[in-house]
């Protein structure tokens, strides 16, 4: 559904739009839905101090994007960039939190919630923005990873058991907003992080 994305509701020229690493389309979308469902409108949350921390592995993208002529635009040669994608959040919502993508290969969602809710405890933000993207878009990286040994031949993990034999590739967008334990309410909101590692 990454073709679907709504560039006019992030002012982002259809060019742009068409240009832009699929993965930074779902991130700007599942942010703000995560954002929003804790609250806050764009009008409220431009001008905020947002943490944004997204997992992302190097993008599949840029295989593509040196493959067409409009790669010669300005700025085109950064856009799949794993650097790009949490500034593409901040940018367009007009967040002024602590910024940073984290590429830790399969553990990047999990180090990347660590690290906002770190930015949510030392006050840098609130709230923090905690967000995770994986699209597999080419089929080279996956040949590559085969041949290495690297995928499970009966395509699935099993992690830490003796029955692995290797990992099995997988796509998700996720996102979740963080915000301070005094001001959760714990009837309407479940969901209470108690810590992190």
Known sequence: GAQLFSHTF?????NDARLMDPQQRLLLERGYVAL???GMTKLQLHGRAVAV???????????YMHDAMDALRPGAAADPSCAMTCGRISFALGLHGPCMSIDTACSS??????????????????PSLSAGVNMM????????????GLTSAVGRSCTFDVRAD??????????IT??????????????????SA
């Open 10 to 14: 992030f002012h982002v020229s259809a």
């Open 178 to 195: 963080y915000r301070p334990g005094s001001r959760v309410d714990r009837a309407a909101d479940p969901i209470v992080v108690s810590g």
């Open 36 to 38: 929003h469902a804790s």
């Open 109 to 126: 969602s999990l180090v990347a919630a660590h690290c906002s809710l770190n930015a949510l405890r030392r006050h840098e933000c609130d």
């Open 166 to 175: 290797g990992y099995a590739r997988g796509e998700a967008t996720t996102a």
């Open 137 to 148: 878009l080419s089929v080279d990286v996956m040949n590559r990873a085969a041949v290495a």
């Open 53 to 63: 921390c997204v997992g992302a592995w190097a993008s599949e993208f840029g295989r």
